[in-house]
């Protein structure tokens, strides 16, 4: 059963408009969420997090929403660029613990 | 600083056969994790070394499995007999602390992972 899902498998966009990213998740102990970015041939990289207590956090252009009722995380980048293309992962923490539970991705493509 | 390291990048043998997988962490992290991405599928854990004791092995799919991390450096993992359904990417990744401290999650580092095919 998978505890965190992203449904949207691909998403392509315009470069300089928006992009969003969505992850759902069951365990509503989770209490820590990061976004992680990986390109090909490569290993996921830590892009931006949020704890449970804000529902919002942001930097440069990347921001993530979380709307705990709802059990909904969102990655949006703007203006989005050519060299965000890659796969995005959500992962979430459960308190007392360490394991990252992820999602299965999504592939973002940022259109020149 | 360097990053985690993974050996090989990528494998291919037979079913049957054995492989080892290695991993160099980043130097002074404690913490080492093993996950693994089959194709499309989510990355899952495997286990986690502090130092070189195993302090959860829940993820490790079956006893073919065998991780070791003596001296509390680099990490092996074996697989033996490897079996069609053990392809995917093994991910070695790395902390300084582990779980979420005061200043938030304690980031892992990932290292490129290793590609392990099963023919």
């Known amino acids: 059963d998978q505890q965190v899902k992203q449904n949207s498998p691909s998403l392509s966009v315009q470069e300089g408009r928006i992009s969003i990213l969505n992850c759902d998740y069951t365990n509503s102990m989770f209490d820590y969420f990061l976004w992680y970015k990986k390109y090909p041939a490569e290993g996921p990289t830590f892009l931006i997090s949020i704890s449970s207590i804000k529902d919002k956090n942001e930097d440069g252009r990347f921001t993530v929403f979380l709307n705990k009722s709802a059990k909904h995380l969102s990655l949006h980048i703007v203006p989005s660029q050519p060299g965000d293309s890659a796969v995005y992962f959500c992962?979430?923490?459960?308190?007392?613990?360490?394991?990252?539970?992820f999602g299965t991705g999504t592939r973002l493509k940022v259109l020149a | 600083e360097a990053g985690v390291t993974q050996f090989p990048s990528h494998s291919v043998i037979e079913k049957g056969q054995t492989v080892t997988l290695r991993c160099d962490p980043i130097?002074?992290?404690?913490?080492l994790y093993w996950y693994r991405r089959v194709m499309g599928k989510e990355i899952k854990f495997l286990l986690h070394?502090?130092?070189?004791?195993?302090?959860?092995e829940s993820g490790m799919p079956n006893n073919r499995f065998l991780a070791e991390r003596t001296g509390g450096t680099y990490s092996t993992l074996k697989v033996q007999p490897a079996e069609l359904e053990d392809s995917g990417v093994y991910f070695c990744?790395?902390?300084?602390?582990?779980?979420?401290?005061?200043?938030?999650?304690?980031?892992?580092?990932f290292g490129a992972g290793s590609r392990l095919t099963v023919l």
């Open positions: 070394f502090v130092k070189e004791s195993k302090q959860d």
């Open positions: 990744a790395s902390s300084q602390r582990q779980g979420i401290g005061i200043s938030g999650a304690n980031v892992l580092t």
């Open positions: 130097s002074g992290h404690d913490n």
């Open positions: 992962a979430a923490i459960a308190p007392g613990t360490y394991k990252y539970i």
